[in-house]
């Protein structure tokens, strides 16, 4: 069978290299670093009716992840250190520290839950939020506080990560972090409740050990035959997950209707494809919805509804070889034979 790419399949292999990095699926991990900013924090010592609010200068933090992406959305464990000097002190009943002396720190476990906007460009934004544990550290702070405590901690995360080579990426991110109120015991002896809360912004990279999708293969010019004596084949391609006509597969399914036409064919067989990235079953589905939407602009430019004849082949049969969970845009298509 002879296959007419054309132009359709030198801009499946444009967007192939455009979307290998983000099509990535497979474990990853990630190093990162950041500013650290500390809203006020309220702190309250057992039998003292002056409740005293803290401002820390602005830290630092430093952390890492291990995780795996599953194509959008991905799950991963972090471990972050953040790190803040005191600043001043305030007290509802006139105590006031202008140098507060020691810090407030916490080392935090968390697992992370977050999706990534994949689209074809190198920018991904994503979102996410982290449940974990934190000890949070009150390092001589003000000279009064000495002590550290463990309590759940919480999070939630906005950002861009933009691919930068293969499987590697930088990103950028905004985090809220925070805690349960953690307790201390004073220099005295006594209890005392405190806050722990934090606005980060947090700069890394990530690398992807997934297997990126293979480098699509331009098929072989065909030798020239009489048109008569060779049943003519076109490809359209789609989009990830759609089924959507492109204006580039429109182009070529009406090439199709004009042979078809011209060369008084009783017959059009249209076969359905899909990568494979989702379930098998699932698969099976769009490759017939695929076939079906391709009909349908066919008997919309005039052919007869009852010479096509349409099949869903699903995952089965890939142009381009791949693992399981890969996204293959020469994978994604529907193949027009004129019998």
């Known amino acids: 069978m002879r296959i007419t790419l054309g132009l359709v399949s030198a801009a499946a292999i444009m967007v192939a290299g455009a979307a290998a990095h983000a099509d990535r699926v497979g474990p ?8 650290v900013i ?19 200068e602005n830290g630092w933090a430093a952390g890492g992840a291990f995780g795996y992406d599953f194509g959008g959305p991905r799950v991963e464990a972090e471990v972050t250190y953040r790190h803040n000097s005191g600043d001043k002190a305030k007290g509802n009943m006139g ?14 476990l968390m697992l992370n839950v977050l999706y990534d906007f994949e689209n074809s460009s190198r920018f991904t934004p994503y979102i996410g939020a982290g449940a974990g544990v934190a000890w949070i550290y009150a390092n001589k702070l003000d000279g009064f506080y000495d002590d550290d405590d463990t309590q759940f901690a919480y999070q939630g995360i906005a950002g861009v990560k933009v691919a930068i080579t293969g499987g590697l990426s930088l990103f950028v991110d905004y985090r809220y ?3 349960l109120d953690p307790k201390f015991t004073n220099v005295t002896g006594a209890s005392s409740d405190g806050e722990y809360s934090t606005h980060n912004i947090m700069a890394g990279l990530t690398y992807n050990f997934g297997v990126a999708p293979a480098a699509p293969v331009a098929a072989p010019a065909a030798a020239p035959a009489p048109a008569a004596e060779v049943a003519r084949s076109y490809i359209v391609f789609f ?5 959507v006509i492109t204006p580039e597969a429109k182009a070529i399914i009406a090439d199709a209707a004009n042979a078809a036409t011209s060369l008084g064919v009783a017959r059009i067989e249209l076969t359905g494809h ?4 989702g379930s098998a079953r699932y698969n099976q589905k769009l490759s017939l919805k695929r076939a079906d939407a391709v009909k349908a602009v066919l008997v919309g430019m005039g052919v007869p509804a009852a010479g096509i004849t349409t099949i869903g082949k699903g995952e089965s049969a890939p142009l381009v070889p791949t693992p399981d969970g890969v996204r293959e845009p020469q994978n994604r298509r529907v193949e027009i034979v004129l019998q």
Not at 28 to 35: D, L, V
Request: a negative charge; hydrophobic letters at 25%.
């Open 95 to 108: 105590y006031n520290e202008p140098n507060v002396t020691g810090d407030l720190s916490s080392l935090a």
């Open 177 to 179: 972090f925070a805690t």
């Open 239 to 243: 989009d990830w997950n759609s089924t």
């Open 28 to 35: 990853y991990i990630s190093a990162f670093g950041g500013y």
């Open 38 to 56: 500390q809203p006020s924090l309220d702190f309250k010592d057992a039998g003292d009716p002056e409740k005293y609010t803290y401002d820390n």
């Open 274 to 277: 899909a990568d494979r990235s």
